[in-house]
């Protein structure tokens, strides 16, 4: 497992390895700028997608937003224009991007050869206390795995930027995540009776314990809900130190 970081544009992360056939890419929005308007944030935005174009030329954006379906297989599913409401997108068509917003909960991309279908497979998996009391994540690594012929072992995963544990920090916690033999070891009471829950390890574990090696497994050193970070936390806003809601990080998935 191994961090990865990038200073290509001062705007933004791009996390890209050239030697598979996909990547990620962060829009850098947040407090970088402190009073940031929403006219100001739709620029932004702009200029996120400008900056993608020349991966995005001539194919269609997927958007996906959190909802009570598991996962969507595109290959499968009649395309929609409006946003896939599902915890998951997988796609072996090479001319989708996934995308989603990103705050505080881990989005993670896969990759891997789908024997099965005979081609390349990408997924881009929204990871959240929802997602994990459904095993929403595992649903849709299992189909990869059992449907598309996808080995655990040939999988590669993408972390994107997601809060930590020791900036993850609630008064208090729903009861029965305090005694679950799941989250056992993910909670923790601090001196002060803060409860810290960490999700990013609960992350890297499940994708550990499907089959994913270590070594596939590339994570963004970005904990969003640290102070100075440059990203939109859900977090810092509920707790008034991040004024502008608009800023969620764009999170995309595609073929290189």
């Given at each position: 497992?191994?961090?990865?970081?990038?200073?290509?544009?001062?705007?933004?992360?791009?996390?890209a390895?050239?030697?598979?056939?996909?990547?990620?890419?962060?829009?850098?929005?947040?407090?970088?700028?402190?009073?940031?308007?929403?006219?100001?944030?739709?620029?932004?935005?702009?200029r996120?997608?400008?900056f993608l174009?020349?991966?995005?030329?001539?194919?269609?954006?997927?958007?996906?937003?959190?909802?009570?379906?598991?996962?969507?297989?595109?290959?499968?599913?009649?395309?929609?224009?409006?946003?896939?409401?599902?915890?998951a997108?997988?796609t072996?068509?090479?001319?989708?991007?996934?995308?989603?917003?990103?705050?505080?909960?881990?989005?993670?991309?896969?990759?891997?050869?789908?024997?099965?279908?005979?081609?390349e497979?990408?997924?881009?998996?929204?990871?959240?206390?929802h997602?994990f009391?459904?095993?929403?994540?595992?649903?849709?690594?299992?189909?990869?795995r059992?449907?598309?012929?996808?080995?655990?072992?040939?999988?590669?995963?993408?972390?994107?930027?997601?809060?930590?544990?020791?900036?993850?920090v609630?008064?208090?916690?729903?009861?029965?995540?305090?005694?679950?033999?799941?989250?056992k070891?993910?909670?923790?009471?601090?001196?002060?009776?803060?409860?810290?829950?960490?999700?990013?390890?609960?992350?890297l574990d499940?994708?550990?314990?499907?089959?994913?090696?270590?070594?596939?497994?590339?994570v963004?050193?970005?904990?969003?809900?640290?102070?100075?970070?440059?990203?939109?936390?859900?977090?810092?806003?509920?707790?008034?130190?991040?004024?502008?809601?608009?800023?969620?990080?764009?999170?995309?998935?595609?073929?290189?």
């Amino acid at each position: 497992m191994h961090q990865s970081t990038s200073t290509e544009h001062p705007e933004y992360l791009l996390e890209a390895d050239d030697s598979t056939v996909w990547f990620q890419a962060n829009a850098l929005f947040g407090n970088m700028v402190p009073g940031l308007s929403n006219e100001d944030w739709a620029a932004n935005r702009e200029r996120a997608l400008r900056f993608l174009e020349k991966y995005t030329a001539a194919r269609t954006l997927i958007r996906m937003k959190p909802g009570e379906v598991d996962f969507v297989d595109l290959d499968t599913t009649p395309l929609l224009e409006d946003p896939y409401f599902t915890e998951a997108l997988i796609t072996t068509n090479p001319n989708h991007i996934l995308h989603s917003n990103a705050a505080d909960c881990g989005e993670v991309a896969i990759h891997g050869f789908g024997a099965e279908v005979s081609a390349e497979v990408i997924a881009l998996i929204h990871v959240s206390r929802h997602s994990f009391s459904r095993g929403s994540h595992l649903k849709a690594l299992l189909h990869m795995r059992d449907v598309q012929g996808v080995k655990p072992d040939g999988m590669y995963a993408r972390v994107a930027p997601s809060a930590r544990a020791e900036s993850y920090v609630f008064p208090g916690i729903d009861p029965a995540q305090k005694v679950s033999s799941v989250w056992k070891k993910y909670v923790s009471q601090d001196a002060n009776g803060m409860w810290h829950v960490d999700f990013h390890r609960r992350t890297l574990d499940d994708l550990s314990r499907f089959g994913i090696p270590e070594q596939n497994i590339t994570v963004s050193e970005v904990d969003t809900a640290a102070p100075d970070a440059p990203y939109f936390s859900r977090m810092k806003y509920n707790k008034g130190t991040q004024p502008v809601r608009s800023g969620n990080g764009l999170m995309y998935a595609l073929r290189g």
